[in-house]
């Protein structure tokens, strides 16, 4: 296995969570109730799992071996990733503020939720076919054997010393549960 065949796994999670919480969203957009839970639960799982640990892997290690190798950061692709990052974890934010008043029986909430879910499964979905059409394959293509091996080990860091076998296998159920839940 490859680093970028470890990253493309991962993005299979992440996408059906995705799923997961576009569904919820139509629920609710069409007047349905949703567990403030399970929101809260999605959330935990793009912040821990998405972000802390799939873009962490791809922010501290993948890229700057990248740029090493001479692919550059600003005006490159990796520049845009970057930015789609920090558009993503904004409206990751702005969900958040909208599953907290939700959970409170907010139901005002409701359009912003679904607003800032859309945003988010939007740029999300169009940045993971970037990554693994056009990224991926250039780091394949230009990062030797050696550097690729050391990116695994390191991307076994960040699971165990970052988010720790325990979180990786609850935010796994998480998936499960809730794949069954709205995606069956």
Not at 41 to 49: D, H, K, S, T
Not at 173 to 184: A, F, M, N, V
Request: proline residues 5%; contains cysteine.
């Amino acid at each position: 296995m490859t680093p970028t065949d470890q990253l493309m796994n991962e993005h299979v999670s992440i996408q059906r969570m995705l799923n997961v919480l576009e569904r919820a969203c139509s629920t609710l957009e069409a007047g349905g109730e949703i567990p403030p839970k399970h929101f809260e639960q999605i959330l935990e799982f793009i912040r821990v799992f998405a972000d802390q640990c799939h873009h962490g892997k791809e922010e501290d290690f993948l890229f700057p071996a990248m740029e090493k190798v001479g692919i550059p950061r600003d005006g490159g692709p990796i520049g845009v990733m970057l930015a789609e990052h920090t558009s993503g974890r904004q409206y990751v934010k702005e969900m958040g503020e909208a599953i907290e008043r939700y959970g409170r029986g907010d139901r005002a909430s409701v359009p912003y939720l679904i607003s800032s879910a859309g945003k988010y499964i939007g740029l999300l979905n169009a940045h993971i076919e970037k990554e693994n059409g056009v990224l991926f394959p250039m780091a394949e293509e230009h990062l030797p054997e050696g550097t690729q091996s050391e990116l695994l080990t390191a991307f076994d860091r960040v699971d165990v010393e970052k988010i720790g076998k325990a979180k990786h296998d609850e935010l796994q159920k998480i998936l499960r549960t809730l794949t069954t839940e709205y995606l069956s």
